[in-house]
């Protein structure tokens, strides 16, 4: 049950996009479409943002998108803005567990 | 609307217990998977543990098996994670989580505000 694998963190001036990769194995990214991507800002729950890999929730802007190519997914956010800075968390299914990823600051610079 | 209000966290010393329960409503409880996530202070987010919606189904990281028991009353719309010789490093903020599908699938649309549970001496 090991973490899967994100940068640290990313940057990016408004306006611009940035991606966030997502690395696992083929016992969970790579073997399920099960990949979700969570927001959190300080001192809140976290929010989803794409599931299923690349499904957009109700209300999620589509600047918001998701993919996968084998064992490491990704999230891209195009035209940032400022209420984007958070922190970003992969996840995925495993079959017998669920695993996240170790998360990612987003700053907007 | 969905809400989530968990309970029950608090300070506890090293190999004692404690019981987190989350009330659930504005959906029909026992058609959906629900899990529990905890977030170290300062940390990242940590799957605990998953149960089906029926109940049948229990799921659990290696971290904790063995010590946490998580539950479901389906009548009282209520998750439950009994948590048993705990430890300083289960020291967190436990989210309960509710999943997009009846089976544990990892996908979470709604989290409750979390409890926190400070094991300590």
């Known amino acids: 049950q090991s973490a899967l694998t994100q940068p640290r963190s990313v940057s990016g001036s408004p306006g611009q996009s940035v991606t966030i990769s997502c690395t696992g194995t083929s016992s969970d990214v790579g073997g399920y479409n099960y990949v979700s991507w969570y927001q959190q800002h300080p001192g809140k729950a976290p929010k989803l943002m794409i599931y299923d890999v690349s499904k957009r929730p109700s209300g999620v802007p589509d600047r918001f998108s998701g993919s996968k190519s084998g064992n490491t997914a990704s999230l891209t956010i195009s035209g940032l803005q400022a209420e984007d800075e958070a922190d970003y968390y992969c996840c995925s299914y495993a079959g017998s567990y669920v695993v996240f990823g170790g998360g990612t600051k987003l700053t907007v610079l | 609307e969905v809400q989530l209000l968990e309970s029950g966290g608090g300070l506890v010393q090293p190999g004692g217990s404690l019981r987190l329960s989350c009330a659930a409503s504005?959906?029909?409880?026992?058609?959906?998977?629900m899990s529990w996530v905890r977030q170290a202070p300062g940390k990242g987010l940590e799957w605990v543990s998953a149960i089906s919606g029926s109940g049948a189904s229990t799921y659990y990281a290696d971290s904790v098996k063995g010590r946490f028991t998580i539950s479901r009353d389906n009548s009282k719309n209520t998750l439950y994670l009994q948590m048993n010789s705990l430890r300083a490093e289960d020291t967190a903020i436990y989210y309960c989580a509710k999943d997009v599908y009846s089976g544990a699938a990892a996908v979470f649309d709604y989290w409750g505000q979390g409890t926190l549970v400070t094991v300590s001496s």
């Open positions: 504005g959906f029909t409880f026992s058609s959906y998977a």
